[in-house]
């Protein structure tokens, strides 16, 4: 006797499926994020290969339980966040990895002593940079640049500059946006300065 039971309403097929309908907003997220629009088609074929092993569903209706995402959309663009916040940190790590093995090569008796400060070249490309930002800071819009400078140079925190200019965090956090926008597009573009 062939059971007619039914199954369960299954949550659909999970986050691969949506990944098509956003993969254009999640470039753009990663690209403004990182400043570079080949690391973020990097990040986002990692997503995508990372969504082969999550094993997540998405849920349309009803609160979700374990492994089930509510919204497949804004989950991922925190994950596409994550993956370049990773990346970033990584860099920074890195730099100062080679910044600190740079810094014990000391001279040793008999051998050649390098020097470890810039070259002249890397010292002319680093006052052409400063320039650039410079130039960029200058031409920030009044109320980002005042963001800008009271977050990134007097270390004021979000919450501190929202109360001293009286806006919302939300709109320190755009102007941080602007203004790191406009740094961005300095150093990355030397001509639109």
Partial sequence: MESHD???AAPSAGLKAHFDDCAASLLRLLSARLGNRTDAEDL??????????????????????????????????RMALNLANDLVRERIRRRGREAAYSDVMVAEEGV?????GPSPEQALGDKIELARVREALRQLPARAGEVFRRHRIEGQS???????????????????ATAMKYLLRALNNPDST
């Fill in 6 to 8: 039914q199954p369960a």
């Fill in 44 to 77: 986002l074929q990692e997503l995508w290969l990372k969504l082969a092993t999550t094993d997540a569903r998405v849920v349309e209706n009803g609160s979700p339980e374990n492994n089930e995402i509510n919204n497949p959309r804004a989950y991922l663009h």
């Fill in 158 to 176: 979000h919450a501190q500059v929202a109360e001293a200019m009286r806006i919302s965090r939300s709109a320190v956090e755009k102007h941080m």
């Fill in 112 to 116: 050649v002593a390098v020097d470890p």
